[in-house]
């Protein structure tokens, strides 16, 4: 009942309110929901080692004096066949472009630790950034802290740009003799872009004179044309079969979300991109979700990280008991339904 009600109630926004809204797309399991998790400060979202975790699109809120960042956690994006598989609602196509359609910015997460996708974008998430060339969007490398040759990450990061951040070249001085931490500072020098690699009406070339920490390149650059319809223009078909990354990334961010490393770092930034605009939702809401979600959500996390192969992607949860006991602990009772005899368990 309160959840309902904060999310009915009007915002209390202040006088002069400031919103940036974040849609977060990536391939599945790249750590989406662990990030937002980490920016909320509290788990929210489900997570699970397999794929597909998050089925549907959900909203996280944060509040931080006069700016409100609204997360879009989306499931990852995938294509009919591999939901066909897996046993997906049609949403699971659909939400991520939703999403998307409604952004600022856009965070393109990737799993550095999965050495057969980490030095290219996949086919999904290429259609789905040039299907929207306008938003500004930035490149998060995720699971850094698994990467035990850092160096590794020069050649990854210049692969997923093209070689190519903010408008411009990265000159990159490889050196192997890198930090071992997760947080390493790369060698990456953005240089003035070549005329014909610089694209018209792009906002990209708008810069700060104040360094962005964290990032990993020593410049920073102004995330303005969000919804102005400035920026890329729109690659074709043919482009996109050719391209491995996408040349149109303000920023790139190297960081560990299971750990939360450089999280905090990733949050100022975007605490900083907002721009003037009316919240949506109340200062006390934490997300767009319902409680009865959340927990539903949570025992589904359960059962794929305990249930083996297809079983739990086919299951149907049934809430039977939603019961508050006198010590304010929640009782819950819940049938699984299963398509077959033999998934019983």
């Not at 699970?48 to 960042?69: F, M, N, P, W, Y």
């Not at 997760?182 to 014909?196: C, G, I, N, R």
């Not at 792009?202 to 990032?215: C, I, L, M, V, Y």
Request: aromatic content about 4%.
């Amino acid at each position: 009942e309160e959840q309902k009600r904060l999310l009915e109630h009007r915002p209390d926004q202040p006088p002069q309110p400031r919103v940036l809204r974040i849609a977060i797309i990536g391939a599945p399991n790249a750590g989406k929901s662990t990030l937002c998790n980490q920016l909320l400060g509290r788990k929210v979202f489900p997570v699970s080692r397999k794929v597909h975790t998050t089925r549907c699109q959900a909203r996280g809120v944060i509040t931080h004096e006069d700016t409100q960042l609204i997360i879009l956690d989306t499931p990852g994006l995938t294509n009919p066949l591999k939901a066909k598989r897996h046993n997906l609602d049609e949403a699971m196509l659909t939400d991520p472009w939703d999403s998307m359609k409604h952004a600022d910015l856009v965070l393109v997460l990737v799993d550095v630790s999965d050495h057969w996708t980490r030095n290219s974008l996949s086919k999904e998430v290429l259609r789905c950034l040039s299907q929207f060339p306008h938003i500004p969007s930035v490149l998060v490398l995720n699971k850094v802290d698994v990467l035990k040759k850092k160096f590794l990450l020069l050649e990854i990061a210049t692969d997923l740009t093209e070689g190519i951040v903010n408008g411009r070249k990265l000159e990159v001085k490889s050196s192997r003799k890198q930090d071992s931490r997760s947080s390493v500072k790369l060698p990456l020098h953005p240089t003035q872009a070549s005329p014909e690699s610089k694209v018209p009406g792009s906002p990209f070339g708008q810069e700060k004179n104040q360094a962005q920490e964290g990032s990993g390149l020593d410049k920073s650059s102004d995330a303005g044309g969000a919804g102005t319809g400035e920026g890329p223009e729109h690659h074709g078909a043919k482009d996109l079969k050719d391209m491995k990354g996408w040349p149109h990334f303000q920023e790139i961010f190297m960081l560990a979300a299971l750990r939360g490393e450089e999280v905090d770092t990733l949050k100022r930034y975007l605490l900083m991109q907002a721009k003037p605009g009316p919240w949506e939702f109340h200062s006390d809401v934490l997300t767009s979700q319902s409680p009865q979600e959340i927990c539903d959500n949570i025992i589904r996390e359960k059962l794929l990280e305990y249930l083996p192969l297809e079983v739990p992607y086919g299951v149907t949860q049934v809430t039977h008991v939603w019961e508050e006991g006198e010590c304010g602990e929640l009782l819950i009772v819940q049938s699984l339904l299963v398509p077959r005899e033999s998934h019983k368990v």
